[in-house]
Each structure stands twice: as structure tokens, then as C-alpha cells.
T-cell receptor, first 109, second 115 residues
Framework: RKEVEQDPGPFNVPEGATVAFNCTYSNSASQSFFWYRQDCRKEPKLLMSVYSSGNEDGRFTAQLNRASQYISLLIRDSKLSDSATYLCVVWGGYSTLTFGKGTMLLVSP | NAGVTQTPKFQVLKTGQSMTLQCAQDMNHEYMSWYRQDPGMGLRLIHYSVGAGITDQGEVPNGYNVSRSTTEDFPLRLLSAAPSQTSVYFC??????????????FGEGSWLTVV
């Protein structure tokens, strides 16, 4: 089983839609979780950290389920500018920072 | 606000040549790392460091060397370039422990082509 798994997509959604991505991780001792956004040919940039109680930042909501070892990202009212690849990132302590391969989102007019 | 600075941004090498990708950060971060990103493969860790004088191998270290003589700098050396090393390289840094308010910052990437 891969350490961090994501559905590669692409997820094709119209503007205004709600879309959700999941990410599963294999290391039950993982300590910190993040969603990063990567635009084509650019560096990954932090979208949001994921906290145990769940957290929201505007149209974005992240959830963590430690029992089932997955995190999720919900995007409401999708914008064209949300088109990007979303990377799930898991920190297992010390050096074990693991990236998922990313989920591609395409938002169309 | 320099953050993480990588140079060069683009480089073409001939097979067998050596070169160094430079990475510098001005945030006093202990953790620095190098990744390569290939289509369909995601980000793969090459080498990382948790402080000056400390380095370790990641998932794909073969053909690369690193050193960490200062907190700020973490150069990546390609010893004898091969076409398989054609990729986009990202340097990243973070304070430790990652999380709890400490996040990972990336450089803008270095596009390397080996012919």
C-alpha cells in the first residue's frame, strides 16, 4: 500500500459546483497534515493545514479522520481559478514528509 | 522576503557533466530537502537535512550528493548527469516540527534537461 494515496482525477466540474477530494495515508503515527495547491509548472503552495477538529478557510473545508486514516478537502462554489492540482501532504515526524501524487481539478465556465 | 531561492531556474546539461543546483533560505529553517517531480510520479524526495552538518537520503538518492555546511544553504550536486535525471527539482524548507504552525516552503523550481 502506498504511503499517501490520492485519486489523480481529473475532476471536471462547472463553476459554482462543490467538489471533494480524499486522501488516505498508511502511517498511523502521522502527526501533521496539509493540503497544497500546485499550478502547472509552478511550485506547490500551502492551501491549508488540516486540524483534528476540522477547519475551514473561506470556501475550503478540510477534515481529518484518524480512525480511518484519511483527510478530505471540500471546495464550495468552485471558481475557474481553483483549477490546479491539489497535493495531500503528511508529516510522520522527523524526516517522514510524504506527498501524494495529487488530484487535478478542472473548473469550466 | 526572499523565502527559498533556487538557482538556476533552467539548465541544459550533456550526459556525463556535473553541476550543482543551489538552494538558500533566509528563514532560519532547520529542515531542508530536495525533491524531483516527474509526470505521473508526484514529488519524490532525493535528500534532506534536519540541520547543519546532518544529511540523509530520501527515496531516490542515487546520482545526487548534498551537503549542509550552513543553516541557509543546501546545494544538490549531480555527479554525472544522465538523461533519467531530466526533471523539475524543488527545494523546500521548514522549521521543525513540521505542523503546529510550521509549514513547508518551496523554491520556484529548477528545470533540468540532460541530453
Amino acid at each position: 500500500r502506498k504511503e499517501v494515496e490520492q485519486d489523480p482525477g481529473p475532476f471536471n466540474v462547472p463553476e459554482g459546483a462543490t467538489v471533494a477530494f480524499n486522501c488516505t495515508y498508511s502511517n498511523s503515527a502521522s502527526q501533521s497534515f496539509f493540503w497544497y495547491r500546485q499550478d502547472c509548472r509552478k511550485e506547490p503552495k500551502l492551501l491549508m493545514s488540516v486540524y483534528s477538529s476540522g477547519n475551514e478557510d473561506g470556501r475550503f473545508t478540510a477534515q481529518l479522520n484518524r480512525a480511518s486514516q484519511y483527510i478530505s478537502l471540500l471546495i464550495r462554489d468552485s471558481k475557474l481559478s481553483d483549477s490546479a492540482t491539489y497535493l495531500c501532504v503528511v508529516w510522520g515526524g522527523y524526516s517522514t514528509l510524504t506527498f501524494g501524487k495529487g488530484t487535478m481539478l478542472l473548473v469550466s465556465p | 522576503n526572499a523565502g527559498v531561492t533556487q538557482t538556476p531556474k533552467f539548465q541544459v546539461l550533456k550526459t556525463g557533466q556535473s553541476m550543482t543546483l543551489q538552494c538558500a533560505q533566509d528563514m532560519n529553517h532547520e529542515y531542508m530537502s530536495w525533491y524531483r517531480q516527474d509526470p505521473g510520479m508526484g514529488l519524490r524526495l532525493i535528500h534532506y537535512s534536519v540541520g547543519a552538518g546532518i544529511t540523509d537520503q530520501g527515496e531516490v538518492p542515487n546520482g545526487y550528493n548534498v551537503s549542509r555546511s550552513t543553516t541557509e544553504d543546501f546545494p544538490l550536486r549531480l555527479l554525472s548527469a544522465a538523461p533519467s535525471q531530466t526533471s523539475v527539482y524543488f527545494c523546500a524548507s521548514s522549521a521543525i516540527p513540521i505542523g503546529t504552525g510550521n509549514t513547508i516552503y518551496f523554491g520556484e523550481g529548477s528545470w533540468l534537461t540532460v541530453v
